[in-house]
Nanobody, 123 residues
Framework: QVQLVESGGGLVQPGGSLRLSCASS????????MAWYRQAPGKRRELVAA???????RYVDSVKGRFTISRDNAKNTVYLQMNSLKPEDTAVYYC?????????????????WGQGTQVTVSS
């Protein structure tokens, strides 16, 4: 099994910044894509940003120019730097990763989610 643990959420004023971290642990053979999703109350979960193993990134239009996703492959950790935060960024942010893991049957694929971290942007 692969576990993901997010940290870094909290309450921030509009225009402020936060940095989210998501650490992966377990019998990891390789991690391919890592991503951040968010879900606001009453809304569907949406992809915020994603990064491949080679570092290619993509963002939802609403965060382009404000958020930056990065990863440390040696630490199996993904980050989300969030600047110029707006009230509409308020949501629970979830980390997601997919790759391959060691199992009793050899190397198998996995897809894991973190438990989520609350980000609230309010004055």
């Amino acid at each position: 099994q692969v576990q993901l643990v997010e940290s870094g959420g909290g309450l921030v004023q509009p225009g402020g910044s936060l940095r989210l971290s998501c650490a992966s642990s377990g019998s990891i053979f390789k991690i391919y894509a890592m991503a951040w999703y968010r879900q606001a109350p009453g809304k569907r979960r949406e992809l915020v940003a994603a990064i491949t193993g080679s570092g290619s990134t993509r963002y939802v239009d609403s965060v382009k120019g404000r958020f930056t996703i990065s990863r440390d492959n040696a630490k199996n950790t993904v980050y989300l730097q969030m600047n110029s935060l707006k009230p509409e960024d308020t949501a629970v942010y979830y980390c997601n990763a997919d790759g391959e893991t060691y199992s009793d049957y050899g190397i198998v694929g996995f897809g894991s989610w973190g438990q989520g971290t609350q980000v609230t942007v309010s004055s």
